[in-house]
Antibody
């Protein structure tokens, strides 16, 4: 069974750096084509893709957010970490991690973690 | 980045109705188009990949079609569980983009 679970702080102060962790099971980065992405959704808004890391350590970022994002993976731990710098209240959202095989579609999602940016 | 535009933004329908949601890409994306369903408070769920490939476990009343720039999601014989928000998403490039969503409400 494939599962993903996001974790991180529920509250972040403006200008701080957010660090989110995605722990997964049921698949591995040792499999060619395996990728994990981060996607967020502000309250009442549409989904927004943020970043993706692939089995070969290829990293891809949203054009509008790439200067603030860093994605990394720990293959033995089955873990992906996303950092987002200089947080702002507009970054308040539910943050999801999701699996994609060869980047074709996000077939399995975590439950999401809610992050509020407020002083 | 490729822009994805869904229409309508919201839609009211009754149980048993047939509905169609449209998604248009700002450039040719072949068949690299996916559809997701999201209910309040839940993560999105992949319904259809590669424009028309129904995911395992998804009811056959859902279908997808299209290629290039124009795509449709059709739901025949709406069931109460189908009232949700639907998103299209392109995977033609690794700069993934989603549509703005279509909220399907009960009339």
């Amino acid at each position: 069974q494939v599962t993903l679970r996001e974790s991180g702080p529920a509250l972040v102060r403006p200008t701080q750096t957010l660090t989110l962790t995605c722990n997964f099971s049921g698949f591995s980065f040792n499999t060619d084509g395996m990728c994990v992405a981060w996607i967020r959704q502000a309250p009442g808004k549409a989904l927004e893709w943020l970043a993706l890391i692939d089995w070969d350590n290829g990293k891809y970022y949203s054009t509008s957010l790439k200067t603030r994002l860093t994605i990394s993976k720990d293959t033995p731990k089955n873990q992906v970490v996303l950092t987002m710098t200089d947080m702002d209240p507009v970054d308040t959202a539910t943050y999801y991690c999701a699996r994609t095989y060869w980047g074709k579609s996000f077939d399995i999602w975590g439950q999401g973690t809610v992050v509020t940016v407020s002083s | 980045d490729i822009q994805m535009t869904q229409s309508p933004s919201s839609l009211s329908a009754s149980v048993g109705d047939r509905v169609t949601i449209t998604c248009r890409a700002s450039q040719n994306i072949g068949n690299s188009l996916n559809w997701y369903q999201q209910t309040p408070g839940k993560a999105p769920n992949l319904l259809i990949s590669a424009a028309s490939s129904l995911q395992s476990g998804v009811p056959s009343r859902f279908s997808g079609s299209g290629s290039g720039t124009d795509f449709t999601l059709t739901i025949t014989s709406l069931q109460p569980a189908d009232f949700a928000t639907y998103y299209c998403q392109q995977s033609f490039t690794t700069l993934y983009t989603f549509g703005q969503g279509t909220k399907l409400e009960i009339k």
